[in-house]
């Protein structure tokens, strides 16, 4: 019996096989004993997140995998990115991701990024809670010359287009609806109206004339994209899977917003940076922890190194990089012994294609009462060949939930 689950997702783990690594990908070329003895003890398969031949996304993977259906929990990226800067996201707020910039009097804009600007705190906080028509905005800052924006408030949509033209020259956007809904129609002009009042409020700041006299570019305006709704029916992960408490262990802000969006808690973990120098003994130290002493159910390991790697198709890096994770995978072995590891990836990011692609990705189940196979490798093609065959994303919470003993039973 299983009362503890740690799912590791290492993105963009899965590859193709290169010629110069003898024919085999990354991880079959990588020496990893430790994860070869947990595959020898595990249930072995291979995972699309979003079902055979479709190329996902990290966040929409993510969420499928953690039992979200993307396309009606996914509707845009800023409310996961607004919750991974710690901003607590009520049912039906509509989030973006921003940049603060600058522009002229004529709204071209000049510097998409205010030149690199590295602080918006002050700049944030200057319209931070600024009503119109009874919609409530607050403006976060994030990192660098990045900030959320939340709308909230009463018939908001996130079905609007962007005020950023995702280009510098270009002249700012108006937002329109991209439907004919009186809630997206009233949402774009509640935006327009607000970028409006905010490029007022920003352009006058005494810090901003303060950047022109020293010749640097204002941050006078915030450009919006990714608009998303937090939905209504969104369930957190601990009510629809009956856990007390479940923790997400993260470097990459994305992956914190993904955890934070479910409801997860969010654990900081020093020298986490979701680079290549991160520091893997202090997450799964930590991980252990947090099972062990801290009376988690649950813990989401993220690991991204891999898939960022493989974007820049350094094999070689790619292959060293999952070495390195399994110098560290053995600390899993001071879990309870109650403890179920799951290990797979979000998508494969060949480094061939130096992009995410549908290939998919092994998956393995390691615990008690798991019927464990013949397989003894970790990797792509030896996993295809384990008892569990080909699965969809959807299907790894309900095998998790079966493992615990937890899952519905349909009919009598
Ligand atoms: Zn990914």
Known sequence: MVNKVVLTIIDGLGDRLIKELGDKTPLEAAKTPNLDKIAEKSQCG?????????????????????????NIYYTG?????????????????????????????????????????????????AIDGIEIDGIKFFVKPATAYRAGVIMRGKGLSANITDNDPHVAGGKVLEVVPKDNTEEAKFTAEVVNKFMKKS??????????????????????????????????????????????????????????GIGSYLGMDIIEVEGATALPNTNLENKFNTVVDLINNKNYDFVF????????????????????FIEKIDNSISILNNLREDTLIVITADHSTPCELKQHSADPVPIIFCGNGVRKDDVAEFGERSCAKGQLGFIEGKYVMPIILDIQGKSKLIGA
């Open 46 to 70: 291979i995972m699309c997140a979003l079902g055979r031949g479709v190329r996902p996304g990290s966040d929409t993977s993510h969420l499928q995998i953690f039992g979200y259906d993307p």
């Open 199 to 256: 490029y007022e409020i920003l352009k006058d700041l005494e810090i901003n004339k303060k950047r022109r006299v020293n010749g640097k570019f204002e941050a006078n305006f915030v450009l919006l994209r990714g608009a998303g709704i937090y939905p209504n029916n969104l369930e957190s992960f601990n009510t629809k899977y009956n856990y007390t408490k479940s923790a997400c262990v993260a470097g990459g802000g994305l992956y914190k």
């Open 301 to 320: 390991l993220h690991i991204k190194p891999t898939d960022s790697i493989g974007e820049d198709g350094d094999y070689i890096g790619k292959r060293d």
């Open 77 to 125: 990226r800023g409310p996961i990115e607004v919750a991974g800067i710690g901003f607590k996201l009520e049912h039906g707020d509509v989030a973006f991701r921003g940049n603060f910039g600058t522009i002229d009097e004529d709204w071209n804009i000049i510097d998409r990024r205010a030149g690199r600007i590295t602080d918006v705190t002050e700049f944030a906080k």
